[in-house]
C-alpha cells in the first residue's frame, strides 16, 4: 500500500486513472464494500468521474462554505472548552472524523452529524465487520461463487 500526501500527485493519479491500475479484489465482500473512485476500473473510473465532477466545481464549494464554518466552529469551541484557557494534549482524530461527518451531513442532507450519527455508526460498524469476516476465513474458490452475480452487476452498469 502506499501513502501519497502530495496534493499535485494525488490530483495527477486521481486525473489519470490509466496509467495507475490498482489491484483487483479477490474477495467479493471487498468488492461489495470497497468500490470508491479510486478502486474502479478505468472505463467505470471514467464515468464514476463524470458524475461527481460537477459537486466539486468552485461554484458549489463557495456554496458549501458555510456548512464547513459552522463545522469548523462547532469543533473549535468543543476544543476552548475541554482546553479551558490551559495548555493540554488533545487527539484531534476523534474530532476530525466527527467534524468531517458532520460537513458531509450538512452538505448532503441538511442535517448536522448528530441527528444522523445512528446512521454514520451503524455505517462504521458495518465496515469493521466486514474487515473482520474477511481476514477470519478463505475458502478456496469462493471467489467463484459470486462470478455469475458480478458479471449481472457489470452488465447493469
Not at 473510473?45 to 466539486?56: C, E, L, Q, T
Not at 475541554?82 to 441538511?110: H, N, Q, W
Request: glycine share 6%; with cysteine.
Amino acid at each position: 500500500m502506499v501513502h501519497i500526501t502530495d496534493p499535485s500527485l494525488i490530483r495527477h493519479i486521481l486525473a489519470d486513472n490509466n496509467q495507475f491500475q490498482t489491484p483487483k479484489h479477490v474477495n467479493p465482500l471487498a468488492q461489495l464494500l470497497a468500490r470508491g473512485l479510486v478502486d474502479v476500473d478505468a472505463d467505470q473510473w471514467v464515468k464514476h468521474r463524470k458524475i461527481i465532477n460537477p459537486a466539486f466545481h468552485v461554484e458549489k464549494l463557495k456554496n458549501m462554505l458555510p456548512a464547513f464554518h459552522i463545522s469548523c466552529s462547532e469543533m473549535i469551541n468543543e476544543w476552548e472548552g475541554i482546553t479551558k484557557g490551559r495548555s493540554c494534549e488533545v487527539d484531534v482524530f476523534p474530532y476530525l472524523t466527527t467534524m468531517s461527518s458532520d460537513v458531509i451531513s450538512r452538505t448532503a442532507f441538511g442535517s448536522s452529524y448528530e441527528e444522523g450519527r445512528k446512521i454514520f455508526e451503524l455505517q462504521m460498524e458495518q465496515g469493521r465487520l466486514a474487515i473482520k469476516l474477511m481476514n477470519s476465513m478463505y475458502i478456496p474458490g469462493s471467489r467463484y461463487i459470486f462470478a455469475n452475480k458480478k458479471k449481472q452487476k457489470t452488465e447493469g452498469d
